[in-house]
């Protein structure tokens, strides 16, 4: 008798399944996207605190290693990463098509190069000992200035260490020059031999960070994509309004050494995060490209002649403007 009770119950869930739209009762994407700690990325936490993600999961896993983290990608243990745009042309393959499809944070001010006083100018490093990391966005700012005075890095003598190692080295006197960022930005300058030869506020859309995935998470998933991009967007318009509330979530959640919400609002000066306006005028279209395009051929071009990549593409394989609608 009690499967007869049992019936009803029965015809009833299976007439709300009926109605129910499609789609309703599935579980939605699960995104993941491997990061640094780093000030940029706070929207992408605070759009998960505030619910801006709609229809999609996000999870975010930290990662400050970037060989482990494209790995990663490789792997397909994540699905995305946020990176450099210059550093995300140093893993593409062929068995790794990568496409970036938004501009998270641009540098302004965050990256330089600190240099003894009677350096005055970029072209004054020729012959000088100057230390940075090789292979990273310290290099590719070097180099994109270096070529803009008619050198490269033969010109110099090139001193291959962390960003934190060049600042202190410098700082001790070791080296004539150091491309790094803060705090060594700071003590550099203030050393007495020392001063700020150049920053990144300088050089706007070079030094950006960008949500870079696999090409197949995009082809399989774009609804999911889409609705990071709207998070995103609807953060930062969030970050304006709300700066104090929107650094103290963000700095907790980013975590590391910008868990102090005080810390994570000074270091948020030296950079400019991307709202919907910005990202489109960096982008643009195919058709008419924007900055972006731009930036990342300089990367290609310059990682290719100094032999740090084999594969030949060009800055419209990896760069994709479609999700950039409200």
Excluded: C
Aim: glycine fraction near 8%; hydrophobic fraction near 45%; charge should be positive.
């Amino acid at each position: 008798m009690r499967h007869f009770r049992l019936l009803p119950i029965l015809v009833a869930v299976l007439f709300v399944v009926a109605v129910l739209p499609a789609g309703t009762l599935s579980a939605p994407v699960t995104i993941r996207i491997g990061y640094p700690t780093w000030v940029g990325y706070g929207p992408l936490f605070l759009a998960q605190a505030k619910g801006f993600y709609q229809d999609v999961k996000v999870e975010l896993i930290k990662m400050e290693d970037i060989k482990p983290r494209f790995a990663a990608l490789a792997a397909r243990r994540i699905d995305g990463s946020a990176t450099t745009l210059d550093a995300m042309t140093l893993y593409v393959k062929p068995e790794l098509p990568l496409v970036a499809v938004l501009a998270l944070d641009d540098s302004k001010g965050g990256d330089g190069i600190v240099a003894r006083k009677e350096i005055r100018s970029i072209k004054d490093l020729k012959g000088k000992r100057v230390a940075f990391t090789e292979g990273s966005v310290s290099h590719f700012f070097l180099s994109v200035l270096l070529r803009e005075n008619g050198l490269t890095e033969k010109d110099i003598v090139v001193v291959n260490m962390t960003a934190g190692d060049a600042g202190a080295a410098f700082v001790a006197g070791k080296v004539d020059a150091a491309v790094t960022w803060e705090p060594w930005l700071t003590k550099g300058k203030q050393a007495p031999h020392g001063h700020l030869l150049i920053d990144s506020s300088k050089t706007p859309g070079l030094i950006v960070d960008a949500l870079v995935f696999r090409k197949d998470v995009v082809r399989e998933h774009p609804e999911a994509i889409m609705a990071i991009t709207r998070g995103w967007h609807r953060a930062v318009e969030y970050w304006k309004k709300n700066p104090a509330e929107s650094n103290a979530i963000m700095a907790k959640a980013v975590g590391g050494w910008l868990n102090d919400p005080k810390v994570f609002a000074e270091t948020l000066t030296g950079i400019r995060y991307y709202d919907y306006e910005s990202n489109v005028k960096f982008f643009g279209t195919p058709a008419n490209p924007g900055p972006a395009y731009r930036t990342v051929q300089r990367a290609i071009d310059i990682w290719t002649e100094l032999g740090k990549i084999r594969y030949k593409f060009t800055a419209k394989d990896v760069l994709d403007s479609s999700f950039l609608t409200k």
